[in-house]
């Protein structure tokens, strides 16, 4: 590629004291996201109108990825924008890990132009896209857009560089916390579970016991045999509350998230619409990538909006498994309404929720009981 016009002297002093200045509490970051958001700001505030980090998606199919992070933006049109393997200038820059850029997007031809009406949407005249690189793999890449004629010049380039390298240090330290700290929390939640069932279990399943053993011999006194009975009901549901306790305690964090999130989800249908909503966590080990998760929790709110809107129903159950063979996750959501007309066509938000689920090669079921109820249903893969 020609080496651009180069920046007037001054303008590259300029650049140079503000990267310095801003891109030196990148690393300081513990936290993905901040890290992230971070660098997009520095950018925007030196570099250029709008910026974005184009992450790879482990659960998009052929590889792509997806934009993040937008800052400068003034539409919606490049948020969460899936970026096929080397198409536009950022796709290019996955493929080859090294700076680009374009000085005129519209008339370069050393890029597709897949994305020309979302580009032009934004105002973008030029654009500069760095890779994010740690250990010899791309985490993503640094796009950073103009809105004015012009050229990049090479100081702004590498300085570009520098903030894209420091991101990456800082991702890799955030990632690294995040797993620490999740392998500490499950640690010490796995030692409450064990500590809760020698402990609590056994002085419950002793009273139990006893309570039995008293019945036994309360002979033909019917107030004192109802009262042992009572007793020994109420022990036996603090016995199944405490298992419930322990599995929450000992679910991955993965499956955690998942399952407080789906809880509050069922919790606020309840709270709506009076309907009581359960949740049923079948599987306590899941392991689940973060956009697995969010299209999963995305998904039952669309079906509890469903049931709330058409179904007209008494009880709602959400619940929540792992088959084995193929590795699946699969949620449904049970009603016992009034069911569906069979080939009804779905509405618009079922089928963007079908479409998300397919982009992960995962599918979406509904089906009609024909005593009445729907269960609608979605695998993905694990």
């Known amino acids: 590629m020609d080496e651009p016009a180069p920046v007037p002297r001054d303008d590259r002093a300029a650049t140079l004291r503000g990267l310095v200045r801003e891109h030196a509490g990148l690393a300081a970051f513990a936290d993905r996201d901040r890290a992230w958001r971070a660098c997009v700001d520095v950018v925007t505030r030196t570099l250029g109108d709008v910026a974005w980090i184009a992450e790879l998606d482990p659960d998009v199919p052929d590889g792509g990825a997806v934009l993040r992070h937008l800052h400068g933006d003034r539409t919606t049109t490049l948020h969460a924008l899936h970026i096929p393997p080397g198409h536009g200038l950022t796709g290019k820059v996955f493929d080859l890990a090294r700076a680009e850029w374009v000085d005129d997007y519209f008339a370069a031809a050393r890029i597709t132009h897949t994305f020309d009406t979302h580009i032009a949407d934004e105002g973008i005249r030029r654009l500069l896209a760095v890779p994010v690189v740690a250990d010899g793999r791309t985490l993503g890449v640094l796009g950073v857009g103009v809105r004015t004629d012009g050229a990049f010049g090479s100081v702004a380039v590498g300085h570009a560089t520098t903030v894209a390298d420091e991101v990456a240090?800082?991702?890799?330290?955030?990632?690294?916390?995040?797993?620490?700290?999740?392998?500490?929390?499950?640690?010490?939640?796995?030692?409450?579970?064990?500590?809760?069932?020698?402990?609590?279990?056994?002085?419950?399943?002793?009273?139990?016991?006893?309570?039995a053993g008293l019945a036994e011999s309360a002979g033909a006194d019917p107030v004192l045999r109802a009262r042992l009975d009572q007793l020994r009901s109420q022990a036996a549901e603090a016995s199944t509350a405490l298992r419930d306790s322990m599995r929450t305690l000992r679910a991955s964090p993965a499956a955690l998230e998942l399952a407080v999130a789906l809880r509050a989800d069922c919790t606020a249908f309840t709270e709506r619409t009076g309907t009581p909503a359960e949740l049923v966590m079948l599987d306590d080990d899941l392991t689940l990538a973060p956009t697995r998760r969010d299209i999963a929790v995305t998904a039952?709110?669309?079906?509890?909006?469903?049931?709330?809107?058409?179904?007209?129903?008494?009880?709602?159950?959400?619940?929540?498994?792992?088959?084995?063979?193929?590795?699946?996750?699969?949620v449904a959501v049970t009603d016992d309404g009034v069911g569906i007309t069979p080939g009804r066509p779905h509405g618009i938000g079922l089928s963007t929720t079908a479409e998300a689920v397919a982009r992960v090669g995962g599918r979406l079921t509904v089906a009609g009981d024909p005593d009445g109820g729907t269960t609608w249903r979605i695998e993905l893969p694990c």
């Open 169 to 211: 240090r800082a991702v890799e330290v955030a990632d690294r916390a995040r797993a620490a700290r999740d392998a500490a929390v499950h640690a010490e939640r796995s030692r409450l579970a064990a500590e809760l069932h020698d402990s609590v279990g056994a002085l419950l399943f002793s009273i139990g016991s006893g309570m």
């Open 300 to 330: 039952v709110r669309e079906a509890l909006h469903n049931v709330e809107k058409h179904a007209g129903a008494h009880g709602v159950v959400v619940s929540v498994g792992r088959r084995r063979t193929p590795e699946r996750l699969t």
